[in-house]
T-cell receptor, first 113, second 112 residues
């Protein structure tokens, strides 16, 4: 079974803090994705990566950066957290670009005070 | 026009009935189609994928794809209260690389 894990289920941070969200997959998937999900707005893609050291902007990259130093790990960084970044953050991975079935981690509910 | 559209619901069906969830998409060159189930407070779980026109069955679930009409649906037979969740339709277009475009989701409620 595909397993995607995220470092925290719940996280509370203060405005201005630097926040790291970690995602690890154990199936040797090439592609990894970060989404945020908000009521009424659905799933929105923040960043994705097709390979180590590669990253591409999604639909809402502002205020976020990512890092992929190892194939199995994809980190999302909030350089200076703001209250409008309070959300559910979901990591997903897929095998290759051609096989697009994405498998999601459990999510991190981030609250920025 | 949204790229992937679903009725937000809630769709309410009695236990044992067939639940029919619908999704339309705007990009004619879309190639891959997925249905995810998401329970409240949980992450999406892949339940069906379909790549060619016609029906694909897996247990109580049937996905139907009609590329000419740009329409994909999910039927849930013998609906159970445990099927109550939000169902997300996702579509991949040829020129989107590995990205999926998600609909807003349809909330399904199965009443005992």
């Amino acid at each position: 079974d595909v397993k995607v894990t995220q470092s925290s289920r719940y996280l509370v941070k203060r405005t201005g803090e630097k926040v790291f969200l970690e995602c690890v997959q154990d199936m040797d998937h090439e592609n990894m994705f970060w989404y945020r999900q908000d009521p009424g707005l659905g799933l929105r893609l923040i960043y994705f990566s097709y390979d180590v050291k590669m990253k591409e902007k999604g639909d809402i990259p502002e205020g976020y950066s990512v890092s992929r130093e190892k194939k199995e790990r994809f980190s999302l960084i909030l350089e200076s957290a703001s209250t409008n970044q309070t959300s559910m953050y979901l990591c997903a991975s897929s095998f290759t670009r051609s096989y697009n079935e994405q498998f999601f981690g459990p999510g991190t509910r981030l609250t920025v005070l | 026009q949204k790229e992937v559209e679903q009725n937000s619901g809630p769709l309410s069906v009695p236990e044992g009935a067939i639940a029919s969830l619908n999704c339309t998409y705007s990009d004619r060159v879309s190639q891959s189609f997925f249905w995810y189930r998401q329970y409240s407070g949980k992450s999406p779980e892949l339940i069906m994928s379909i790549y060619s026109n016609g029906d694909k069955e897996d247990g109580r679930f049937t996905a139907q794809l009609n590329k000419a009409s740009q329409y994909v649906s999910l039927l849930i037979r013998d609906s159970q209260p445990s099927d109550s969740a939000t169902y997300l339709c996702a579509v991949r277009s040829y020129n989107q690389g590995g990205k999926l475009i998600f609909g807003q989701g349809t909330e399904l409620s199965v009443k005992p």
